[in-house]
């Protein structure tokens, strides 16, 4: 079983960064990747970023160049590093994991807003 808990959303302006981080918690042996997903109002969840473990990375192409992912070893966490930050990064954004046998969990999201 796995446990993850978001910290770090708030209200940031256009042009700022913020760092996300998700707290891992429990059978973190199992955890083969790690990443970080959102959904805007009216919107599907859609993936940010994802660590795929060997410090493979994964991102979608509007946080490129932007997002970074980093896995915190000592700390048993994941942050997303997110810069140049846009209004249409506004969203809750969600820490997912995926464990042994293909088991999924989530955090229960963080809310980032961004003004313009």
């Known amino acids: 079983q796995v446990r993850l808990v978001e910290s770090g959303g708030r209200l940031v302006q256009a042009g700022g960064t913020l760092r996300l981080s998700c707290a891992v918690y429990?059978?973190?042996?199992?955890?083969?990747?790690l990443g970080w997903y959102r959904q805007a109002p009216g919107k599907e969840r859609e993936l940010v970023a994802k660590w795929r473990g060997r410090n493979t990375e994964e991102y979608d192409n509007s946080v490129k160049g932007r997002f970074t992912i980093f896995r915190d070893w000592e700390k048993n966490a994941v942050d997303l590093r997110m810069s140049a930050l846009r209004p249409e990064d506004t969203a809750v954004y969600y820490c997912?994991?995926?464990?042994?046998?293909?088991?999924?969990?989530w955090g229960q999201g963080t809310q980032v807003t961004v003004s313009s």
């Open positions: 429990g059978s973190i042996l199992s955890v083969n990747a």
């Open positions: 997912w994991a995926l464990g042994d046998r293909q088991l999924e969990y």
